[in-house]
């Protein structure tokens, strides 16, 4: 299994810019979700989804757009980038029940300038 | 409201000797309890969990932790540092949320250096 994977490692973007960070799992978990990670911040969650066609907001949620139209893929969208944007982005993935393990991808570091 | 806290920023400890990585909760109901890792430019790796049972519960690469229930704590020990244990490590607590929505609360983490 390749677990959880991103792409791309690094982005450097223009203010205004759109782009779609990629994520997949091949574990055939039903729950997926983005954080991004800032300096004495730690991780806050921007959406998730409890399965395919289901998707919801979490703390941060204001500028990403998310869909999920198969188990596998989560891709989260920045509409227009902002210089605030700029961050470490985590995908990761678990079965639904309370009690599981979290499986994280490697990371996308996104550069807003 | 939910928390989880991890009261120090940052902890230094010598090769060889015992460490310890704090973690407090203030949650309603009974959580479920994880310890994750992450090591420089790497994503978060699962260390350990309590979900029920003995309080004691251990983990990966020698890792443990203990779930104090009156003291709402959950602290990461080891007995032995070692200088690859330098590494952020986040607390998390797993609860119901409103609308029977699971709901994961992270502590803000805390930087270990073991110094050789």
């Known amino acids: 299994n390749a677990g959880v994977t991103q792409t791309p490692k690094f982005q450097v973007l223009k203010t205004g810019q759109s782009m779609t960070l990629q994520c997949a799992q091949d574990m055939n978990h039903e729950y997926m979700s983005w954080y991004r990670q800032d300096p004495g911040m730690g991780l806050r969650l921007i959406h998730y989804s409890v399965g395919a066609g289901i998707t919801d907001q979490g703390e941060v949620p204001n500028g990403y757009n998310v869909s999920r139209s198969t188990t596998e893929d989560f891709p989260l969208r920045l509409l227009s980038a902002a210089p605030s944007q700029t961050s470490v982005y985590f995908c990761?993935?678990?079965?639904?029940?309370?009690?599981?393990?979290?499986?994280f991808g490697p990371g996308t570091r996104l550069l807003v300038l | 409201a939910q928390s989880v806290a991890q009261p120090e920023d940052q902890v230094n400890v010598a090769e060889g000797n015992p460490l310890t990585v704090k973690c407090t909760y203030s949650v309603s109901g009974n959580p479920y309890l994880f310890w994750y890792v992450q090591y420089p430019n790497r994503g978060l790796q699962f260390l350990l969990k309590?979900?029920?049972?003995d309080n004691l519960v251990k983990g990966s690469y020698g890792f443990e932790a203990e779930f104090n229930k009156s003291q709402t704590s959950f602290h990461l020990k080891k007995p032995s540092a070692l200088v690859s244990d330098s590494a952020l490590y986040f607390c998390?607590?797993?609860?119901?949320?409103?609308?029977?929505?699971?709901?994961?609360?992270w502590g803000l983490g805390t930087s270990l250096a073991v110094n050789p």
């Open positions: 990761a993935s678990s079965a639904l029940a309370l009690q599981e393990t979290q499986y």
């Open positions: 998390a607590v797993n609860v119901t949320g409103a609308g029977n929505n699971r709901k994961l609360i």
């Open positions: 309590y979900i029920t049972g």
